[in-house]
């Protein structure tokens, strides 16, 4: 069906197609070229429409039926009170004028500036880091996670997936499966969360949110540590990066409890770091290493222990590198390749019999990076994905994993120093495994990370938390 009207020539069809692939997978989904079809044929819709209008309807009555619901209104601005509260550091006072207001995200800024100055200066004046600061932290911690319910968010519900073994010999030829990148798409699979070890819930899914981080947040100018960023080598990056970056994994974390209604507490980041992904290059080492892609697999496959992921991207596809789409690969469900083959009148074009065995019965859904947006979704094998080749630039994203496997009381009791009990000890805690920038061997640095994994929720949760 083609409508005709003067100069005015669209594809209704064309368009409800491009639209029913944003709604369906949400924003991201679309290439370059489909936005800009999808923008002209809308355009031309709108004229049509302009021109044709019944009595008592308008084009902008009829399109405002189309839109999105709009979101939460953010709330009010912080009082003066409160504003001066942040600025001196007052963390008693904010806690009190927070029963009755919330933190706007221009004070949260200031809270986040306050801190990273008490932090600097306490290291340069060489004393205890004072407890306001964990304090203000998690003020600062639930503030974001206020502002991020505001926020548009795309959420897909999967049926949670693991690996079927109906007997011995079946268990030994699975394991292929998890070895061979290539067949990995054809591990035979069942209903059903394996979660080894941990406590997930039932409820499997993939969350997208365009700006799960502002311009600012992501920005590599404001933090240029985050391009290359581990918690294992910190002694020459600043507070501000090491603050930030611990900031976007608590998001996550939060986010996370929020989608899946899991408690807080029981939920800790396994793996978070920054990834670099270079055109042409070829990875060498383990996953923070240069590479130009990455091949199919699922990460609870990957590490049993790995039971939610997410992707923040800090560079945007198109702007500063080419390719490189984040894939979901997923079975095609059945009758839809049928549907298809009646619809298009050529055969598919392949790059190659590789790119044809890797679509040979799948459904391919893309997602295109930008700076600030996240994608965050279950671990197991109903999710997954690839990354495809880089063609052009470099590629800057923050991939990160949780477990929900509860660490040993035995663990707390042989660290030096177990549990925090005030909020003094949480200060100390966040100094030594996180913003002393000190000296270390790679042996006391992987000791220090898995004793600030391990403590993370007592560190980024109040006391009334723990």
């Known amino acids: 069906l083609r409508i005709e009207h003067r100069a005015v020539a669209f594809s209704p069809q064309k368009l409800l197609t491009t639209l029913k692939k944003r709604i369906d997978h949400g924003p991201g989904v ?98 205890p880091l004072p407890a306001e600061v964990p304090m203000m932290l998690h003020h600062i911690f639930d503030a974001d996670m206020k502002h991020l319910l505001q926020r548009e968010k795309i959420r897909t519900n999967h049926t949670c997936m693991q690996p079927r073994v109906d007997s011995d010999g079946e268990r030994a030829r699975s394991m292929n499966y998890v070895f061979d990148d290539s067949a990995h798409k054809d591990l035979p699979l069942m209903p059903g969360r394996k979660c080894e070890g941990g406590t997930c819930c039932d409820a499997c899914s993939r969350n997208i949110f365009p700006t799960f981080a502002s311009p600012a947040e992501s920005s590599l100018k404001t933090f240029p540590e985050l ?61 923070g290493g240069e590479g130009d892609f990455v091949t199919l697999h699922t990460d609870e496959a990957t590490h049993s222990g790995y039971h939610y992921s997410c992707v923040l991207y800090l560079s945007t596809q198109g702007e500063h590198f080419e390719g490189g789409d984040f894939v979901f690969n997923d079975p095609k469900p059945k009758g839809e390749a049928d549907e298809e083959s009646k619809d298009n009148e050529e055969e598919p074009v392949y790059e190659d019999l590789a790119d044809e065995i890797r679509r040979s019965g799948r459904k391919l859904i893309p997602f295109h990076p930008s700076k600030g947006a996240a994608v965050i979704f279950s671990s197991g094998w109903e999710n997954m994905h690839e990354v495809e080749k880089i063609t052009s630039g470099i590629r800057y994203a923050v991939p990160c994993f949780f477990t929900t496997c509860p660490v040993p009381e035995a663990a707390y009791e042989h660290m030096a120093v177990g549990k925090p009990k005030s909020y003094d000890d949480i200060a100390d805690d966040w100094l030594h495994l996180l913003l002393a920038h000190r000296k270390e061997s790679p042996i006391e640095s992987v000791g220090r990370v898995k004793e600030l994994l391990m403590k993370w929720h007592y560190m980024c949760a109040p006391l009334s938390e723990h």
């Not at 899991?262 to 992904?277: D, E, G, N, V």
């Not at 055109?279 to 996953?287: D, H, L, P, V």
């Open 30 to 127: 679309l290439s370059n070229a489909e936005l800009e079809v999808l923008l002209s044929e809308s355009d031309q819709l709108l004229a049509f429409l302009q021109n044709h209008e019944s009595p008592g309807e308008s084009a902008e009555t009829f399109l405002a039926e189309t839109k999105e619901p709009p979101h939460l209104s953010p709330p009010p601005p912080s009082s003066e009170g409160l504003r001066s509260a942040v600025a001196a550091m007052d963390a008693k006072t904010v806690t009190t004028l927070l029963e009755n207001e919330e933190m706007d995200e221009i004070t949260t800024k200031e809270a986040f500036r306050a801190v990273v100055h008490a932090v600097d200066r306490a290291e340069e004046q060489d004393i």
């Open 227 to 287: 391009a290359s960023f581990s918690f294992n080598e910190i002694k020459n990056v600043r507070t501000a990066t090491i603050l930030q970056f611990t900031r976007l994994v608590e998001r996550v974390r939060r986010t996370i409890s929020h989608e899946y209604g899991l408690p807080l507490s029981t939920i800790l980041p396994l793996q978070a770091y920054s990834r670099k992904y270079v055109a042409g290059a070829t990875q060498q080492g383990g996953g």
